[in-house]
């Protein structure tokens, strides 16, 4: 089992460019929650995604999007980018299925850290 | 809103136990999660609890008191592999997962 894939691992953006990230999720899992983590913080929750839908957003601003893809993998776009957009971006998986317990016990990829300049 | 209060940083002896302590306010509440993060890694699952009480597993273990907003994350026998930083994480009333800043945790031989 790959577990949750992301790419790119890392990436140099300057500001006002346009970024995208991608996750593949572990497998069987069907619901995909993007997190942006600053250095020494705990990880922010931006957006969750199930059945190709936003279901639930965090405090982010409408410069960060995402979709999600009928093999559920997903992508998160950031435009416009700003230099407070550094950070560590996790995806995390989770399936539903499973009820409260197992729909929130995410496996989270290794990130994609994001600088930019 | 909601509000997760942990130690920044907490130093302790390989062999020894350490505790953890958050402590938290919320408007809704369906549970109370703990993931590890080593450095330059991706946060992994320890442990969840819904209920009063505690939750062991192995040399972790997990204890929740919801009328006082407190839950504490027990580490026995340290070993060095377990520095790292300990996410106090709440499921609040929508369920979506919100972590607070974390602890590092140093573990010195």
């Known amino acids: 089992d790959a577990g949750v894939t992301q790419s790119p691992t890392h990436l140099i953006k300057t500001r006002g460019q346009q970024v995208t990230l991608r996750c593949s999720p572990k497998s069987g899992h069907d619901t995909v929650s993007w997190y942006q983590q600053a250095l020494g913080q705990g990880p922010q929750f931006i957006f969750q995604?199930?059945?190709?839908?936003?279901?639930q957003r965090g405090n982010f601003p409408d410069r960060f999007s995402g979709h999600q893809f009928p093999n559920y993998s997903s992508e998160l776009n950031v435009n416009a980018l700003l230099l407070g957009d550094s950070a560590l971006y996790l995806c995390a998986s989770s399936s539903p299925g499973q009820g409260t317990f197992g729909a929130n016990v995410l496996t989270f990829g290794a990130g994609s850290r994001l600088t930019v300049l | 809103g909601q509000n997760i209060d942990q130690p920044t940083e907490m130093t302790a002896t390989e062999g020894a136990i350490v505790q953890i302590n958050c402590t938290y306010q919320t408007s809704g509440f369906n549970g109370l999660f703990w993931y590890q993060q080593h450095a330059g890694e991706a946060p992994t699952f320890l442990s969840y609890?819904?209920?009063?009480g505690l939750e062991e597993k192995g040399r972790f273990s997990s204890f929740l008191s919801r009328s006082k907003g407190y839950s504490y994350l027990l580490l026995k026998e340290l070993q060095m592999k377990d520095s790292a930083s300990y996410l106090c994480t709440l499921l609040d009333s929508s369920y979506k997962l919100i972590f607070g800043s974390g602890t590092r945790l140093l573990v010195r031989p």
């Open positions: 609890n819904v209920l009063d």
């Open positions: 995604y199930y059945e190709e839908e936003e279901r």
